[in-house]
């Protein structure tokens, strides 16, 4: 859509970005959790990881 891999495509739309699209298929096929209480916990997982990233990214790849 704007360039950017990776992409689904669902229906003729085409749907960037990792956490979008696994956010999207964990909800298609029922991966998400039995309730919303679950769903919460699975996305702090996800959060709690992509912070993790982020510093260990930034820690390894300093601005200049």
Same mark, same amino acid.
């Given at each position: /859509?704007? +360039?950017?891999? /990776? %992409?689904? @495509?669902?229906? +003729?739309?085409? #749907?960037?970005? !990792? #956490? !979008?699209?696994?956010? %999207?298929? &964990?909800? @298609? %096929? =029922?991966?998400? $959790?039995?309730? =919303?209480? @679950? &769903?919460?916990?699975?996305?702090?997982?996800?959060?709690?990881?992509?912070?993790?990233?982020? $510093?260990?990214?930034? @820690?390894?790849? /300093?601005? %200049?």
């Amino acid at each position: /859509p704007v +360039g950017q891999l /990776p %992409y689904i @495509e669902i229906d +003729g739309l085409k #749907l960037p970005q !990792s #956490l !979008s699209i696994a956010r %999207y298929l &964990a909800r @298609e %096929y =029922n991966l998400v $959790g039995g309730d =919303n209480l @679950e &769903a919460a916990k699975a996305d702090a997982i996800v959060d709690t990881c992509i912070d993790l990233m982020t $510093g260990f990214l930034s @820690e390894s790849f /300093p601005s %200049y």
